[in-house]
């Protein structure tokens, strides 16, 4: 019993040092600047995918990529991305009728009532779609598997 409190107080100690010494999360904080160049960045993703989102032509251009044949571009189906439910994914999809991530997702609206060309998961014009419907449903709760 004894040696059994002595290795656990052992473990705290080194579990105390380990965090001290802090190597699982950020050493240093980041800089003003650091941190204004990141929100640069992710602003920029945002812009880009709010203007594929509205069917923008240039950016649909500029991306070489044909998200709708219809002539309805996402935002007119989803006013400021409404009924995207970003932070339910993943989840089971009932259009998809399977289990999807949210790149899944936009890939079924692009293919089925967009009758577009769907989008490379890792592309650069999926990731902004990504960045502007995570952005402008901001602040809400995540909750997987959600319907
Ligand atoms: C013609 C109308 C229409 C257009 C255009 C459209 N969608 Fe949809 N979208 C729908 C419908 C209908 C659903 C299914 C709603 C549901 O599951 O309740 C949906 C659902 C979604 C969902 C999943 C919502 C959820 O909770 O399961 C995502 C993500 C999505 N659309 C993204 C997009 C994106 C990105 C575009 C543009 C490339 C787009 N949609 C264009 C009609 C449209």
Same mark, same amino acid.
């Given at each position: 019993?004894?040696?059994?409190?002595?290795?656990?107080?052992?473990?705290?100690?080194?579990? !105390?040092?380990?965090?001290?010494?802090?190597?699982?999360?950020? =050493?240093? =904080? +980041?800089?003003?600047? @650091?941190?204004?160049? $990141?929100?640069?960045?992710?602003?920029?993703?945002?812009?880009? *995918?709010?203007? !594929?989102?509205? *069917?923008?032509?240039?950016?649909?251009? @500029?991306?070489?990529?044909?998200?709708?044949?219809?002539?309805?571009?996402?935002?007119?189906?989803?006013?400021?991305?409404?009924? #995207? +439910?970003? +932070?339910?994914?993943? /989840?089971?999809?009932?259009?998809?009728?399977? $289990?999807?991530?949210?790149?899944?997702?936009?890939?079924?609206?692009?293919?089925?009532?967009? @009758? *577009?060309?769907?989008?490379?998961?890792?592309?650069?014009?999926?990731?902004?779609?990504?960045?502007? #419907?995570?952005?402008?449903?901001?602040?809400? /709760?995540?909750?997987?598997?959600? +319907?």
């Amino acid at each position: 019993m004894k040696n059994y409190r002595y290795a656990l107080t052992a473990i705290a100690a080194a579990l !105390l040092v380990a965090a001290s010494t802090s190597t699982w999360a950020h =050493k240093e =904080k +980041h800089t003003a600047e @650091q941190l204004q160049a $990141f929100e640069d960045v992710f602003l920029e993703q945002v812009k880009l *995918g709010d203007a !594929l989102f509205h *069917g923008d032509p240039a950016a649909v251009k @500029q991306m070489g990529v044909t998200l709708s044949e219809t002539g309805m571009a996402c935002a007119m189906c989803h006013p400021f991305a409404a009924d #995207i +439910h970003p +932070h339910e994914f993943p /989840k089971f999809q009932e259009h998809m009728n399977e $289990f999807a991530t949210l790149r899944d997702m936009i890939n079924w609206c692009i293919e089925k009532p967009s @009758q *577009g060309e769907k989008i490379s998961s890792d592309s650069q014009a999926m990731k902004a779609l990504e960045a502007y #419907i995570y952005w402008s449903n901001r602040n809400s /709760k995540l909750d997987p598997g959600r +319907h």
